[in-house]
């Protein structure tokens, strides 16, 4: 058996697979766009898994993939030997929506949310257990973050920088990103608008914690960035 209980209670994961990839220019959505064979969605959903604290996980995918995600969720858990319950549901127009979609579906026991989105499929577990280990110590909001390495500028409308933020002080963010979770659901109730849930909590004025991330957390977008993945992946 995979799933465990932690020290933050019940964990429940919600991966967002609903995406349409239009940058990818694939004929299916970005999440069942193979690699090595196999949709992103499996890449995904393998990591998920592999996490020992998980104990249940709902994936977010469009209405006209419900089935396949389905199926490919539970060739997963044969795959791991994994007993964690998985359930697929319907996503919204936007990510936020998604998100708040799988919120409502997992159950009431789940006191721990991982929100990973299927695109960043070849994340290692071990981001996963830093995540889930830092909401275990305290922490209300954790995101993983690798360092930024190039110079950033900030620019106006017309295009002129404005300022030159100190890089060291920077953080390229990827998921999983964990909440506890009553701050998550307080999050949405405001509103579901924003690029990452981590945003969504930094308005209500709270903390959001900073682990360390990890290369192979891509995040798949354009054709260049799947070429990268699979490059990855036969590493």
Same mark, same amino acid.
Request: net charge negative; aromatic share 2%; hydrophobic share 50%.
């Given at each position: 058996?995979?799933?465990?209980?932690?020290?933050?209670?019940?964990?429940?994961?919600? &991966?967002?697979? !609903? #995406?349409?990839?239009?940058?990818?220019?694939?004929?299916?959505?970005?999440?069942?766009?193979?690699?090595?064979?196999?949709?992103?969605?499996?890449?995904?959903?393998?990591?998920?898994?592999?996490?020992?604290?998980?104990?249940?996980?709902?994936?977010?995918?469009?209405?006209?993939?419900?089935? $396949?995600?389905?199926?490919?969720?539970?060739?997963?858990?044969?795959?791991?030997?994994?007993?964690?319950?998985?359930?697929?549901?319907? #996503?919204?127009?936007?990510?936020?929506?998604?998100? !708040?979609?799988?919120?409502?579906?997992?159950?009431?026991?789940?006191?721990? &949310?991982?929100?990973?989105?299927?695109?960043?499929?070849?994340?290692?577990?071990?981001?996963?257990?830093?995540?889930? !280990?830092?909401?275990?110590?305290?922490?209300?909001?954790?995101?993983?973050?690798? &360092?930024?390495?190039?110079? &950033?500028?900030?620019?106006?409308?017309?295009?002129?920088?404005?300022?030159?933020?100190?890089?060291? *002080?920077?953080?390229?963010?990827?998921?999983?990103?964990?909440?506890?979770?009553?701050?998550?659901?307080?999050?949405?109730?405001?509103?579901?608008? !924003?690029?990452?849930?981590?945003?969504?909590?930094?308005?209500?004025?709270?903390?959001?914690?900073?682990?360390?991330?990890?290369?192979?957390?891509?995040?798949? *977008?354009?054709?260049?960035?799947? $070429?990268?993945?699979?490059?990855?992946?036969?590493?």
């Amino acid at each position: 058996m995979l799933n465990n209980e932690t020290g933050a209670g019940r964990v429940g994961v919600i &991966v967002v697979a !609903a #995406g349409s990839g239009s940058r990818l220019g694939a004929s299916v959505p970005k999440a069942f766009v193979p690699l090595a064979g196999v949709p992103l969605l499996g890449h995904a959903l393998r990591g998920a898994l592999s996490c020992a604290a998980v104990a249940e996980a709902v994936v977010v995918a469009p209405a006209a993939h419900r089935a $396949e995600a389905q199926t490919l969720a539970e060739q997963v858990c044969r795959e791991l030997g994994s007993d964690v319950p998985v359930t697929v549901v319907v #996503g919204g127009a936007e990510r936020g929506d998604s998100v !708040a979609a799988g919120l409502a579906e997992l159950g009431e026991a789940v006191e721990v &949310v991982l929100v990973h989105d299927a695109a960043r499929c070849l994340t290692p577990v071990a981001v996963f257990d830093r995540v889930v !280990a830092a909401v275990a110590a305290g922490a209300g909001a954790v995101v993983p973050g690798t &360092v930024v390495v190039d110079t &950033v500028k900030q620019v106006d409308e017309q295009g002129l920088v404005v300022a030159t933020p100190d890089r060291a *002080t920077l953080r390229a963010v990827q998921t999983p990103q964990g909440f506890r979770r009553d701050l998550l659901e307080r999050a949405h109730a405001v509103s579901s608008d !924003a690029t990452d849930d981590a945003g969504l909590v930094e308005r209500l004025g709270e903390r959001v914690l900073v682990v360390d991330g990890d290369p192979r957390a891509l995040k798949v *977008t354009t054709p260049a960035d799947l $070429e990268a993945a699979a490059r990855l992946l036969a590493t």
